[in-house]
Nanobody, 122 residues
Framework: HVQLVESGGDSVQPGGSLRLSCAASGFRYTSYCLGWFRQAPGKEREVVAV???????TYADSVKGRFTISKDNAKKTLYLQMNSLKPEDTAMYYCTADIWEKNLLRPAAWAHWGQGTQVTVS
């Protein structure tokens, strides 16, 4: 079965950097779309970054120029490099995977989710 395990969350000061990792197993990693979402307390879950099979990426406006999504097929690991972190980036960050490239900016479009990793910027 599909399994996604995030790691790398931490507490950092504004302006700092973190790299989140998502280890994947149980599916054909190279055939799936992959993404990162986040959810802050009292707010709806929102897209952070998405990477589809042809390598193209999409970012939320709030993170463009600061965050980078990437993957290592050999390690079956998805990454989110986060630079110039702001207090408003504080949230639980989730890794996602789905075989269908459709409506990927919406949380409901994703079939598979990790358990999340907490990022706190203060």
């Amino acid at each position: 079965h599909v399994q996604l395990v995030e790691s790398g969350g931490d507490s950092v000061q504004p302006g700092g950097s973190l790299r989140l990792s998502c280890a994947a197993s149980g599916f054909r990693y190279t055939s799936y779309c992959l993404g990162w979402f986040r959810q802050a307390p009292g707010k709806e879950r929102e897209v952070v970054a998405v990477r589809v099979n042809d390598g193209s990426t999409t970012y939320a406006d709030s993170v463009k120029g600061r965050f980078t999504i990437s993957k290592d097929n050999a390690k079956k690991t998805l990454y989110l490099q986060m630079n110039s972190l702001k207090p408003e980036d504080t949230a639980m960050y989730y890794c996602t995977a789905d075989i269908w490239e459709k409506n990927l900016l919406r949380p409901a479009a994703w079939a598979h989710w990790g358990q999340g990793t907490q990022v706190t910027v203060s």
